[in-house]
């Protein structure tokens, strides 16, 4: 039994810490909005949901997101979201697996298929400001073992070939822990994730051609409905 047990948990892809994180989204120095995101191990996989509230210019966008991983490779398996920009909501459905990724919106008719780059053997989530990609993003990097990856956009239907880049030597934000590491990717736009290498705890995103940083505020090991 102690054997199995070892075997099972040997099989599980180290993923942060079950919990609710809170972020604070910033835009050259000033709070733009907020985000809340739970993580949770249950027996469908590693269930991730968020809800964040963000202000750019005179426009409100609300954004709620569940995002299911596969419990041992930290794939994405399945993403619906409601993005709601000033009070009109859009619910998003994607669906990804061996037989490719494909998306719809409720009340729109058809599925559409979403054109992979070539010569990636992994897919993620990354969208927007949604912190829900940007939190388990270091784990399934490391869990795929890949240097360039699917970045799926749902708002788009689309994928953009992300690149791992290796000694950018990135600046620390103020605030983190000096034991974290930067992952930095380059894509349509660049972006550094700062995490602990133990845990995979995200502390911070910067997105520096924008001033834009996402830090965390507040851990609780509770997991919040």
Avoid: C
């Avoid at 039994?1 to 040997?10: D, N, P, R, T």
């Avoid at 993005?83 to 009109?88: L, N, P, Q, R």
């Avoid at 859009?90 to 669906?95: G, K, Q, S, T, Y």
Wanted: net charge negative; glycine share 6%; aromatic share 8%.
């Amino acid at each position: 039994m102690v054997f199995a047990a070892l075997v099972v948990a040997a099989s599980l892809a180290a993923a942060p810490p079950d919990g609710t994180y809170s972020y604070d989204l910033q835009q050259s120095g000033t709070s733009i909005g907020s985000a809340t995101v739970t993580l949770k191990h249950a027996d469908a996989g590693v269930l991730i949901h968020e809800n964040q509230d963000i202000k750019l210019g005179s426009s409100s966008m609300n954004y709620v997101v569940d995002e299911t991983l596969d419990p041992g490779s930290l794939a994405p398996r399945s993403y619906v979201a409601t993005y709601t920009k000033d009070g009109t909501p859009a619910v998003i459905r994607m669906a990804l697996d061996s037989g490719g990724v494909r998306g719809s919106i409720d009340g729109v008719s058809g599925i559409s298929a979403v054109t992979l780059p070539t010569d990636t053997k992994a897919n993620f989530i990354v969208e927007l400001s949604l912190l829900s990609g940007y939190v388990a993003l270091p784990a399934q990097v490391s869990a795929a073992h890949v240097s360039k990856f699917a970045e799926v956009v749902p708002s788009q239907f689309i994928a953009v070939e992300n690149h791992v880049q290796q000694n950018m030597n990135p600046v620390r934000p103020s605030g983190v822990p000096a034991q974290d590491v930067p992952l930095s990717i380059s894509s349509n736009v660049d972006y550094d994730i700062w995490y602990d290498p133990l845990n995979y705890t995200v502390h911070a995103v910067v997105v520096s051609t924008q001033n834009v940083i996402f830090k965390l505020t507040k851990y609780s090991a509770e997991v919040k409905a």
